[in-house]
């Protein structure tokens, strides 16, 4: 029986919570004069709503926004849907047309088959095998009757980043809505929706040390995408998302934000160095591939592939040592081979035995050395039982 | 990909944890027969070897790739022909190996696999007698 | 200056966080052992899962449910979107028609308008002057086409509360789907889906002593409604509602509602008691009525109306002093003379001149009175300089 | 109903909590005079009631049904009238009213009953001279 703490390489599903995150929020929680609604005037609610607007400005400033541009919804899914349903369904009676990749997080694919089966046509672009859409793909797509390309900053499985300023340029020039699902890539990169000409970035703040259940889009002003919200009932934000506002989360969302703004070239530097160290000491598992590449890509993911294994049994070998993913915990409930490794150029076979590693800045140089000893010892352990000529097979 | 959310029972995590009899057969005395099965779309491959003499299995080692409960089943078999005489195993198909490991029914498919394996062994192991 | 905290009599806005559920929350946020996400396989996902799926069990309890039958949501207005937009939109081809009421919330009203404009037809039932919904009227608005009925289970301004039960066994009968909007009921009278033969209920964490941002819409198992999500993106949540769980938000949620069933019956009468203390101080600012009756009602609730007042005044005058609203929070973007008031017959003038009282578990009876005095000095306090006849104009 | 998100002035705040000049004139010399306006739709009823004598304002008072932007108005006016003399006084049109208490706009219809009201009690004081 292991009874220490599994070692944490699972950031990409969600982040740690930052102590500094948890100490705002129970003190929020706890604060009598802040347990007012923020809707409500008197003093209790204004003193909620001041504290709202105070986070509003943190979270804007991540993204290089203007404070009234943040809707908040409850995490990045909603914020994707938000952004894809609503400006579709906005949009006027003959832009029946989107743009996506098909390496998308499921929240925006199952958003853009919503809409297929509503009557919209959808472009499902391949992405490179190295993962990235290609904006002359992208330019080649659009059509008179285009009313959104959504596409990812970067890829939740193998950290793979699109030329967003690039495809925003194009929209730009050729008068389209063009959404970011940025989920990953917030807090970790920097972004700034001006310079890349986005007119609807979503993100949240799990993956970023927030709190889970808490999220934004970011609605451009000039000109502003007509948007059809996914729930009614009130005027809350610009009309936009109603519902309460939970005090509480998005203070947590707001220093979360303004940590990781702080710390982001800091943050990037170590996680790299230390996924880096990371990918060395695999190379004692041998033979080990890298998913997606090498550079550019997200500081904290690795996604490796160690010819001969199947993924649930390496899992189990490291459950409750080692947490890691097999692929995108959002979309946990299928044990499917991944789609985005698929669309790498993976068979089924390498897709299942490959791992996503996400590091974080929690992670220390000591777990990360400490991962790669328990990576090679269970690889090994799985390899020698293999029926001769699996490893050639299977990879 | 992602794993999927089964809760392993407690005899997959003991099985898979040890993995009895896993590798190649010791040295020994007894003829060697052996079983293979492959289907790599459905996530298993399994070779099980054992050595018969006087009509018992006085060794039994398997070989696999698949999920912990593909593995967790050929050990079980492996540690339960060990010493058994031949025509009195008892019946490992695939559904009660699903039953005994607790296994959910997407499972099923790879079990076939464990079975097809075992069977061709056995049908080597009957023909010496 | 006033420096005193205010008395806090606006809980049907929110209720306070119950200091039990900040404790668990809290303990949530930093247990380590807690950071994973609830859909991921390894050890700290599935240590959150245990922990979601124990809530989920008490939040069900609170509803007489099936634990596999709540799906957890951001709030009360998700839900009720989910619920109403959802049944509507996955509803056959013929079913064209909704059925629900003019004083329901604004989610509610919201939502059954956005199906007005997507090509669905709305019954709008008018309240009795008691401001409840006769199920005779419920009966007679039903048509072959009718998709879904939807009503509130208590009145969030005036507490009145809905003959859940006999509109039930009426749905029940047509084979119609029932929704109930269960934001201000859910912890403050028993509930019982299966004996009210509900097939569809919505309710929050934050009118209970939970936190703001969590919801649950509780979906019969059989017959199961069909729903249509609003959010895609993955199969959290039986396919209704992608997005990752927000463990805290529902342990906080699960504990809130295991709090509020221990203590149903004896919060109920102890509010109810302090509420009619309430109304007993407020007689010396006579002439003051009570708006929607007297009982049934939600306990906490007391919406009285004192003529010749102008509301926001009277607001401003308590402010920093006592915390109440002159409607519900959840409208106050908008300044307009309560809808809810106005189908109980006031006029324009008199729903100005109301205000909404809403006491709760944390509410004590010198609280209480100190209410009721600072209430009869303003009230004295603007009817003195009134111009002669106002307040016989304005009631 | 609800009340607005409006966050009142510094100066609104502090003459909604004294509200000088509301209620009755005192007794004293001088001819009295009045002005009213009532428009219950838009919210608001004022009442200004002046005592004027050797063409000075020597007494001022208010009476007002409304929100606190029309309070502090009413409030504003019968303070500034205080000693004025008749023909010197400021416009106290609803605008400036608006922009010296910074109401938002919504409030500029009650306010144009503040000035209604004031208007028609100086047209009677005018009318004395
Ligand atoms: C790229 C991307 N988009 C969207 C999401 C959805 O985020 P959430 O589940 O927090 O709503 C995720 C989370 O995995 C993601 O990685
Ligand atoms: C009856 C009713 N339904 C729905 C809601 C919406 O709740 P929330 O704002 O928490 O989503 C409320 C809150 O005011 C309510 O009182």
């Known amino acids: ?395 | 990909m992602t794993g999927t959310r089964a809760i392993y029972s407690q005899l997959v995590r003991e099985l898979f944890e040890r993995l009895p009899h896993a590798g190649d057969l010791g040295p020994g005395a007894g003829t060697a027969v052996h079983g293979e099965a492959m289907a790599l779309d459905r996530g298993a491959w399994v070779r099980f070897d054992a050595r018969i003499e006087d009509g018992r299995v006085v060794d039994c080692s398997f070989r696999a790739w698949g999920c912990p409960h593909t593995l967790a089943a050929a050990a079980l078999i492996a540690s339960r022909l060990h010493g058994e005489g031949i025509g009195n195993e008892a019946a490992f198909d695939a559904l009660r190996l699903a039953r005994e490991l607790g296994a959910p029914a997407e499972k099923l498919g790879r079990l076939l696999v464990v079975e097809d394996a075992l069977s061709g062994m056995l049908a080597r192991a009957h023909a010496l007698q």
């Open chain 1, 1 to 395: 029986m292991t009874t220490a703490a599994p070692i944490y390489l699972d950031h990409a599903a969600t982040a740690p919570l930052d102590p500094q995150v948890a100490a705002a929020i129970c003190e929020c929680l706890r604060d009598p004069g802040l347990q007012g609604n923020a809707a409500s005037v008197h003093a209790p609610g204004r003193a909620a709503a001041v504290r709202v607007e105070q986070a509003r400005a943190q979270v804007a400033r991540l993204v290089g926004a203007e404070p009234g541009s943040i809707v908040f919804t409850s995490g990045a899914t909603e914020s994707v849907n938000l952004a894809i349903l609503g400006a579709a369904r906005a949009a006027g009676a003959n832009l029946h047309h989107l743009v996506t990749a098909r390496t998308e997080h499921r929240a925006a694919l199952d958003a853009c088959r919503q809409l297929e089966r509503e009557g919209f046509a959808v472009s499902w672009l391949a992405t490179g095998s190295d993962g990235s859409a290609d904006p002359a793909q992208v330019a080649s797509a659009l059509r008179p009757g285009t009313a959104l390309v959504s596409l990812m900053h970067a890829n939740n499985e193998t950290g793979v980043i699109n030329d967003i300023a690039a495809v925003g340029q194009l929209c730009l020039e050729r008068g389209v809505t063009f959404h970011v699902d940025a989920a990953q890539s917030a807090g970790k990169l920097p972004i700034d929706v001006q310079a890349m000409n986005v007119a609807l970035l979503s993100f949240c703040a799990h993956k970023l040390g927030g709190p889970k259940g808490i999220g934004a889009l970011y609605v451009r002003h000039r000109p502003r995408p007509a948007l059809q919200p996914l729930q009614f009932g009130g005027g809350h934000e610009r009309g936009l998302r109603a519902g309460s506002l939970a005090t509480h989360q998005i203070v947590g969302f707001g220093v979360a934000c303004e940590l990781a703004l702080t710390r982001l070239a800091d943050d990037a530097a170590r996680v790299r160095a230390l996924r880096e160290r990371l990918w060395a000491g695999l190379q004692a598992a041998a033979p080990v591939e890298r998913n997606g590449g090498t550079e550019p890509g997200l500081p904290g993911i690795l996604n490796v592939r160690f010819p001969g294994i199947e993924g649930e049994s390496l899992l189990l070998s490291l459950d409750g040592r080692l947490a890691a993913s097999s692929g995108s915990a959002c979309s946990s409930a299928s044990a499917e081979p991944s789609y985005v490794l698929r669309a790498l150029g993976l068979s089924d076979l390498a897709a299942q035995a490959s791992l996503r590693l996400s590091l974080g800045r929690a992670t220390t140089g000591e777990e990360v050395d400490r991962a790669a000893a328990l990576l090679v010892a269970s690889v090994n352990r799985l390899r020698a039982l293999l029926p001769a000529g699996a490893i050639e097979r299977i990879a």
